[in-house]
């Protein structure tokens, strides 16, 4: 069953440092995600992006936030200079319908600890 | 401003009980919501999905009821088991609520 990778699965960091999270979305989506989830709380909304471009992105996704498509393979998170309220799961996700509706697969995540 | 919400934050069943997990949104434009699973240390996992232009919606021991009268959504699940214990969230098209666990007793 095709799935969503995403590595590391753990990262630390200390504050200021950038750091890039990586995803391999399901090879013939085309709307891709990233989430995430601070330790027992909701998951919250990113940015989506198709097209090689951001398509709706939250507020929490700042200045500090990029996100990149640079194959035909992987989709990236850089935070640029990391806080410690960035501590959290970050979720890729990828679709292969529409942009707003049909099933959205997750990975398992990447856990980003700031020190 | 617009939200996705959760009215209980835990739900505690007994095996093979049904569960009922419920959620209200602000948006009375929203037209798209989904339910997912989430286990311990994993990403989110979808179960169903409704659009605005029904009411219900069912599958596999789900059933999703959508009230857009008084914008409030809700998953049943049938005969409860031990692997349904989980948060489960549900979302208005990307932006997720607050997230019910359930607890499933034997």
């Known amino acids: 069953e095709p799935e969503v990778t995403q590595t590391p699965s753990h990262q630390v960091t200390q504050m200021g440092q950038e750091v890039i999270l990586r995803c391999v979305p399901i090879s013939n989506h085309l709307y891709f995600y990233w989430y995430r989830q601070i330790l027992g709380q909701k998951v919250e909304f990113l940015v989506s992006f198709y097209n090689n471009e951001i398509s709706e992105k939250s507020e929490i996704f700042d200045d500090q936030f990029s996100v990149e498509r640079p194959d035909g393979s992987n989709f990236t998170l850089k935070i640029r200079s990391t806080k410690l309220e960035d501590s959290a799961m970050y979720f890729c996700a990828s679709r292969g319908q529409a942009r707003d509706t049909g099933e959205l697969f997750f990975g398992e995540g990447s856990r980003l600890t700031v020190l | ?106």
């Open chain 2, 1 to 106: 401003g617009e939200s996705v919400g959760l009215h209980l934050p835990t739900l505690s069943v007994q095996e093979g009980d049904n569960s009922i997990i419920n959620c209200a949104y602000s948006n009375s434009a929203s037209d798209y919501f989904i339910w997912y699973k989430q286990e311990s240390g994993k990403g989110p996992q979808f179960i169903i999905d409704i659009r605005s232009n029904m009411d219900k919606r069912q599958g596999q021991r789900v059933t999703v009821l959508l009230n857009k009268t008084v914008k409030h959504l809700s998953l049943q699940i049938a005969a409860t088991q031990p692997g349904d214990s989980a948060v489960y969230f549900c979302a208005e098209g990307m932006r997720f609520g607050a997230g019910t666990r359930l607890t499933v007793k034997p």
